[in-house]
C-alpha cells in the first residue's frame, strides 16, 4: 500500500459513532514533522451495480438523498454488511433495487469517492444477460426507489443538462460508451 | 429541483461542528408516513481540475488521505471557501498543486460524490493550454503533495491496476479517451 507522505496518527478523538457513519477527529504527524488536525468520516464502503438489457439499456434507480435535498438518478447501490463480499452485497442489491438477477457478473474497479474527509470506497460490477426474479427480496423499509431503463444516448444527455450527477453513475455511463462492442447484442 | 420521494426533516440534531465537514442527524416523515433517521455529513463542496499539457498528458498529484491511511493519485482538487464561485477555486487550486495557470479554462460537469450520507459536490473543470507562474502562491501549511504528468494510456493501466482509485479522477481519464481529439495539438 503507498504511504508516501504518510500522516501518522497522534490521538483519536472519537465524536460520533452512529448507525451508519463514525466520525471521528485524529491528530497527525505531518511528513515536515508540524501536527495537524483531520476530519475523518468512516463508512462501511459499498457497491454499485451496472445492470445494462440485453437492449443495451441502463437500469437505474430515482431517489430522495436527504444529504442533498433532492432526488437523483443512480446505478443501483447499497452498503456493505458486515463481512460481506462485495460481489455478495452486489447481487443483493440488484435483487433488492431492481427484482432482478443476473447470469453475467463481472468486476469493473473500486472508486474511493471522497478521499479528503471520507473511507468510503464503492466496488463497481458490471450485471448482463438480466432475469426478473419471481419473488424478489424487498427493500428496506425506509428506502423508496423508481426504476428506470435508459438507452446510453439519454444518459449522456441527463448528465450534460446536470439530471445525472451522481459520480459512480457517470463513471457507468462512461464506461458504456467506451465499452459499446459489448453492450449491445 | 427534483423532489421525488421527499423526506421532510421532523427535526435535526447537530452532532459536529468541524472545520470543515459539519455532521448532523435529522429525523424525516417519509413518503409512506413513516418516520426514519438520517446521518448527514455537510461539506462546502469543492472543484477538480483537469490539467492538460500541450503534449495531451494529464497533471495529476499524489497526496496522503488520511481518512483512507494510504496515498492516492488524484487530478488537483481543493474545498471552496465560504462564498467563492468555484471557477475562482480552479484557478486557485491549480496555481497552489501545480504552480500553474490556464489560459483555457472549460467547466465541464458537477458531480456528487457520496449522495448516501454527504452532500459533497465536486464542480470538474478543463485547464489547457497551461502556463509556469513565476511565484505561485503555495499549498496550505499541512499539504504535501507530489506532481506527476501521465500519458492518457498511463492513466488507463493505473485505473485498470487500481493505482488510480479516486472517482473524479477516473471521470477525469474516461472523460480525455472520450475526447481525445480535443486534447492533442
Chains 1, 2 share one sequence.
Request: avoid cysteine; aromatic fraction near 6%.
Amino acid at each position: 500500500m503507498n504511504k508516501k507522505f504518510e500522516e501518522k496518527t497522534i490521538s483519536t478523538e472519537p465524536i460520533y459513532n452512529g448507525r451508519i457513519i463514525k466520525v471521528q477527529k485524529d491528530l497527525v504527524t505531518l511528513p515536515n514533522g508540524k501536527t495537524a488536525s483531520r476530519e475523518l468520516v468512516k463508512h462501511p464502503g459499498a457497491v454499485g451495480i451496472i445492470p445494462i438489457t440485453a437492449g443495451g439499456k441502463l437500469i437505474v434507480v430515482e431517489q430522495y438523498r436527504k444529504a442533498l435535498e433532492r432526488s437523483l438518478i443512480e446505478i443501483p447501490a447499497g452498503k456493505l454488511e458486515p463481512g460481506e463480499k462485495p460481489a455478495t452485497t452486489a447481487i443483493r442489491e440488484l435483487e433488492e433495487e431492481t427484482g432482478m438477477g443476473a447470469n453475467q457478473f463481472d468486476y469493473l474497479q473500486t472508486i474511493a469517492t471522497s478521499p479528503g474527509f471520507a473511507n468510503e470506497e464503492i466496488h463497481l460490477f458490471i450485471a448482463r444477460d438480466l432475469y426478473k426474479i419471481a419473488q424478489p427480496a424487498s427493500l428496506d423499509e425506509d428506502e423508496f426507489v423508481e426504476l428506470m431503463e435508459i438507452d446510453l444516448e439519454e444518459a449522456e444527455a441527463m448528465i450534460a443538462n446536470g439530471a445525472i450527477s451522481d459520480a459512480k453513475t457517470v463513471i457507468a455511463v462512461m464506461w458504456m460508451r467506451l465499452n459499446i462492442q459489448s453492450i449491445k447484442k
